[in-house]
């Protein structure tokens, strides 16, 4: 059988929250803690807002088995230009062998169409880079992530803090 994949609605915020909590754990976001509420703001403003933002799930035997959070933003040089950006995809560990993380990017990108908008998925895991490629996708530059909780400075080339 074949994943449904549609808009996120209010009646999935249980459900979504939970793979949600399952899935900041594999991503480089590891250490942020899930805060419900805002959850449940960006599912009301995908509702609301949907040329903004974007919830997409998939359902396989009416659960879900995985999502996509999209945003949408100006370009800061050129406003009348935009830019969609996947901030995560997440499949379900037990639908991982199907095509639903390629049915939830496809349906970010024709969301993205859908309100003129660039498409830029990031695909900051590693894993995402031969389905992204398959996809039609090239990869420009890599991921770079440092902690700046601290606010210190580290010195250039010593890699020590100062």
């Known amino acids: 059988m074949s994943a449904i994949v549609r808009q996120a609605t209010e009646t999935d915020f249980a459900p979504l929250l ?22 449940k ?11 903004l ?14 999502f996509i959070f999209a945003g949408m933003a100006p370009v800061f040089f050129n406003p009348a230009h ?13 639908a991982r062998m199907s095509t639903i993380a390629q049915d939830l990017l496809w349906s970010f990108m024709e969301w993205a169409g859908d309100n003129l ?4 998925p990031t695909g900051k895991a ?5 389905l992204l490629t398959r996809m039609g996708f090239s990869r420009i530059g890599s991921v770079f992530m440092r902690d700046t909780s601290n606010g210190r400075r580290i010195s250039p080339g010593t890699g ?3």
């Open 160 to 162: 020590t803090s100062t």
């Open 41 to 51: 703001r960006w599912l009301f403003a995908s509702e609301s807002q949907k040329h």
């Open 82 to 94: 935009r830019i969609a950006d996947e901030c995560l995809v997440y499949v379900h560990p037990s």
């Open 126 to 130: 590693d894993s995402a880079s031969e």
């Open 117 to 120: 908008a660039k498409i830029t």
């Open 18 to 39: 939970a793979l949600v909590k399952q899935a900041i754990p594999e991503t480089y976001l590891a250490e942020v803690p899930v805060d419900s509420s805002a959850v």
């Open 53 to 66: 933002y974007c919830i997409r799930v998939a359902e396989l035997d009416k659960k879900l088995v995985g």
